[in-house]
């Protein structure tokens, strides 16, 4: 008899859910039966994939955030659990980038990438991590709720041109880790993904330059990933049938980071 990954009666929270791999996670977690809650600063591009998820039979919620508000973090969160019901399952995606040396990083460039990176993430996890937390009584228990940073394989392999990007993706790293300690016993496991290159509406067009190409060909298997082929590990690590994985931090990247 086959198993499938069943989140029905579960709250998911996906920030940076307009556009990439944020949109790719709620589509998921809303087929495998969580009513999710959507979650950025385009709002407008929120409701358009609320619709799409409520033509498919689904639920699904829109809430602002700008992860580098305080604010606004304690805000959606708060708008999150009212709308939707308390939260089960947090994807912390929002995420940004720059491209240069670092000779050339100003510290307008740093405080973009880490603000959002680094610091929005850990206040998002933090504030929903203080409710679920209250909810569990402080008693250890079999853990029922899910934190899922996505950090990136720059942030286990340091990139070239990337290499700021690369340093906020390592405080994810390590982050995913101090929570998986310090929340575990409070029924909260905490894992990161951590993609390789994957082909996203920010970065399909770069593929076809001679730069992206010669990047591709330096790949193991010469391609990059599609948004669908983090599907597999992004229901595993929300699921009830992840409750011994805690604390891991999971390459996706087609073997990138062995090279």
Avoid at 49 to 72: F, K, M, N, P, W
Avoid at 177 to 202: C, F, K, Q, S
Wanted: aromatic content about 6%; cysteine-free.
């Amino acid at each position: 008899m086959g198993r499938s990954i069943n989140l029905e009666g579960k709250v998911a929270l996906i920030t940076g859910a307009s556009s990439g791999l944020g949109k790719r996670f709620a589509l998921v977690l809303s087929q495998a039966g969580a009513k999710v809650v959507l979650a950025s600063r385009r709002v407008e591009r929120l409701k358009e994939l609320r619709a799409e998820i409520e033509a498919s039979g689904g639920a699904a919620h829109v809430v602002s955030l700008d992860v580098t508000d305080y604010q606004s973090i304690k805000s959606a969160v708060a708008h999150a659990e009212t709308e939707a019901g308390t939260i089960d399952i947090l994807v912390n995606n929002s995420g940004v980038s720059t491209t240069q040396k670092l000779t050339e990083v100003t510290p307008a460039d740093y405080e973009y990438v880490f603000d959002t990176n680094a610091r929005g993430a850990f206040f998002v996890a933090q504030e929903v991590a203080k409710r679920m937390i209250m909810r569990s009584g402080g008693a250890a228990q079999k853990p029922v709720y899910r934190i899922i940073n996505i950090a990136s394989v720059a942030g286990l392999r340091v990139l070239p041109q990337i290499g700021l990007y690369s340093m906020s993706k390592a405080a994810v790293v390590h982050m995913t880790r101090a929570m998986a300690l310090e929340w575990g016993r409070h029924g909260i496991n905490v894992n990161a993904i951590a993609p390789g290159y994957i082909d996203t509406e920010i970065n399909h067009h770069h593929w076809s330059t001679d730069q992206g190409q010669k990047l591709m060909a330096m790949l193991p298997r010469h391609r990059v990933g599609q948004p669908e082929d983090l599907d597999g590990l992004l229901l595993l690590l929300a699921a009830d049938e992840s409750q011994f994985i805690n604390g891991a931090v999971i390459a996706a990247d087609d073997g990138f980071g062995l090279a």
